[in-house]
């Protein structure tokens, strides 16, 4: 017989459910900074356009990332307590329209290593695997996120030295690497980026197998591999467009006009989703009715537009 689970203590449960309750649902913008440099395109693609569901809060998750923030904190302190100048905590950084945006971790300077030097610092908390990994390979072999990360900073604010700066957050061991800007790199990546948000194809999978390593982590591997509909908001629409010379401006061209967060979150009767989500055959399209009707791999007939709450 199965042993029955032992219930979770109940001050415990009490703490995660006020960690949940505390958290801010939230749907990006744009493209994270963080995840600019990710392998897959695809991936970014579903991201800008909110194919699926956030990853639900919990209390874990909750405690992880405010440990982040506390570790990058002491670590500029640190820096701060030999010497170093340390300015720019939480400065914006955009670009791509304002569509890539992230928040840097701080601008340096005063390292022993080049005193003279202004530094753009990323802070990184690593298990042991990823620490020892940095220091055998080096950030951009080991951590290319993190290297897209520091590189696009240094690209928007000006700078062309950074300082990367991580701790093992096993043993409280530090470890740092200069990182070169490479301005080639750069603009390659942005110029990809810019693709991803003005198209409305999404870009090749990179893998075809679902349980590919990058694919069995990734949070749209329902929508990419297994024909879910994605969320239903204005991203997925036929009539959203993102706008170009803003900061992060998208509107609706069916009601010629610009879309908060909140209206995109809503959608509104009219949407109508991009074919390129739709995991159906299309079969018609009635311009006037404003209805697109789709064949399933059952043989059943779908008509988005008429049928919204059925995608829902
Ligand atoms: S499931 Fe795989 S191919 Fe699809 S978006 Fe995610 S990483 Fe890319
Ligand atoms: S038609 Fe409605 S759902 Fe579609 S983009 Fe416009 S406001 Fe959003």
Known sequence: ??????????????????????????DSLGISVSLAGAECARALFYEFR??????????????????????????????RAIGVEVWGEQERARAVHGFVRGKLDGIALGLL???KTIHVVECKSLNTKGFKAVIKDGVKKAKPLHHAQ??????????????????????????????EYDVEFCLRLLANLERIIFTDVPPPKISEDPEFYLCRFCKHNSVCHN??????????????????????????????KPLSIDEQRAACPAMLFNPAFVPYEQVDVDEEAETITYR???GSIWIDGATREEAA
């Open 1 to 26: 017989m199965a042993p029955i689970p032992k219930p979770k203590p109940s001050t415990i449960a009490a703490i995660d459910k006020h960690y949940v309750d505390e958290a801010r649902d939230w």
């Open 50 to 79: 909110w194919a699926s569901k956030p990853e639900p809060a919990t209390g874990k998750r909750q405690r992880l990332f405010e440990r982040g923030q506390d570790d990058e904190e002491k670590m500029l302190r640190d820096l």
């Open 113 to 115: 290593e080049a005193p």
């Open 150 to 179: 520091i590189q696009i900073y240094m690209h928007v604010l000006g700078y062309d030295r950074g300082y990367y700066y991580i701790k093992c957050a096993d043993t409280q061991e530090y470890h740092s690497e200069r990182v």
């Open 227 to 256: 024909g879910l509909l994605p969320r239903v908001t204005c991203r997925t629409c036929i009539h959203f467009q993102p706008e170009r010379g803003g900061d992060c401006h998208v509107s609706c061209a069916r009601w010629a």
């Open 296 to 298: 399933k791999p059952d």
